[in-house]
């Protein structure tokens, strides 16, 4: 099924959520002047790592489930035909390998119970770490303990992910705007709900000071997901039917603040919070550099989506890539594991060099 034939196709909603994928597919959506900031450290090589590249181990548990590689693959979609076929290829590729997953915004299944399939994954996946995910915007539309359980029943998730997105939702022509008292809300969901929760960006990054805030609010983990990737100021604006999206889409398309700034501020506060560097990463070096910079996990969402269209083989291939790139960047420089990586100090910041 071509992206076209699914838009002609389907019904308005699931037009919407097919745009988006569109436009992430075949439009120039990343940030233009902000970088990740990974491209800045290089790793020091080591000429004799003293390993056999066999037993490079690069499995890790995260929220206390274990896993193959370091790997998430991001919240993406789900909503439309296309969506399940993309979400069924990843999952069936994320259960091979044991990796994290997150489904995109599932309030589309709250509004619309007939398109709740299109995210139910965990038939295909049953051992993998699942993420279900909601707006946390939501909470103040209608949205509260009650339905964060439906998610995540549907789901039968381990974890639900709040996602905050306010730059997307002002740069919308009819964006949810109100934001007032959400911290409050997002405490009271995470002493009540029977799963961890976790917060995420959508791409333009979370600081230090907010990060503390929502570590005090009861939140699990943390995914930065800062800017240096998709920028959804810019998405908004490629989809945008009417000039005031499409300019303030522009205007805030290098709004943020860039991954490894948000890694590293974050970690210096919380040493111990379970982390996840998101925002910009495209292979296995990046991965590698992430965590050394302190991350737990490191997620992907753009390379994934644009492997899932074109077939699970592609995925899987994907998947194998990004290991290679990540153990070879372990044996390169003489570390066996990921607790020895972050504790290595082989990582260097070479932008004042």
């Known amino acids: 099924m071509t992206i076209i034939s699914a838009i002609n196709t389907s019904s308005d ?3 919407r959520k097919t745009e988006h994928l569109r436009v992430c597919l075949e439009e120039d959506v990343e940030f233009r002047e902000i970088t990740s900031g990974l491209e800045k450290y290089r790793f020091t090589h080591c000429c004799l790592p003293e390993l056999d590249y066999n037993d490079i181990n690069v499995e890790t548990t995260f929220l206390g489930k274990s896993l193959g590689a370091p790997i998430l693959i991001s919240s993406m979609t789900g909503g439309t035909e296309l969506a399940h076929l993309v979400n069924t290829r990843l999952a069936i590729v994320a259960q091979n390998y044991r990796l994290a997953m997150g489904v995109g915004s599932q309030r589309i299944a709250l509004e619309q119970p ?26 103040n ?17 381990d974890a639900l992910i ?8 002002m740069v919308q022509s009819r964006g949810d705007s109100n934001f007032r008292g959400l911290l409050a809300k997002i405490t009271q969901i995470c002493s009540r709900l029977p799963v961890p929760v976790l917060v995420k960006e959508v791409g333009n990054g979370i600081s230090s000071v907010m990060a503390k805030k929502l570590i005090e609010a009861g939140v699990a983990a943390i995914d930065v997901a800062g800017a240096g990737g ?8 490629k989809r ?26 974050i970690r210096a506060i919380a040493p111990t919070i ?25 997620g992907l969402a753009r390379p994934f989506l644009t492997a899932a269209i074109e077939s699970e083989e592609a995925v899987d291939e994907l998947v194998q890539f990004l290991i290679a790139e990540l153990k070879i960047a372990l044996f390169c420089t003489g570390n066996a594991n990921l ?12 932008a004042n060099v």
Do not use: M
């Open 13 to 15: 909603i699931e037009n």
């Open 114 to 139: 007939q398109l709740a399939s299109t995210f139910a994954v965990r038939n295909l996946a049953p051992d993998i770490l699942l993420f279900a995910n909601l707006g946390a915007v939501q909470l």
């Open 141 to 157: 539309y209608g949205c509260g303990l009650d339905e964060c359980l439906r998610l995540i029943d549907l789901l039968e998730a």
């Open 162 to 169: 709040f996602h905050l997105n306010p730059l997307q939702e």
């Open 230 to 237: 998709t920028s959804w100021a810019k998405v908004e604006s």
């Open 240 to 265: 945008a039917k009417d000039k005031r999206q499409a300019r303030l889409g522009e205007v805030f398309a290098d709004w943020g603040l860039s991954t490894t700034e948000c890694i590293t501020s």
């Open 274 to 298: 379970p982390l996840i560097a998101s925002g910009g990463l495209k292979n296995g070096l990046d991965i590698a550099k992430a965590i050394a910079l302190g991350a737990d996990l490191a």
């Open 339 to 350: 607790s020895a990586l972050k504790s290595s100090q082989v990582l260097k910041n070479y």
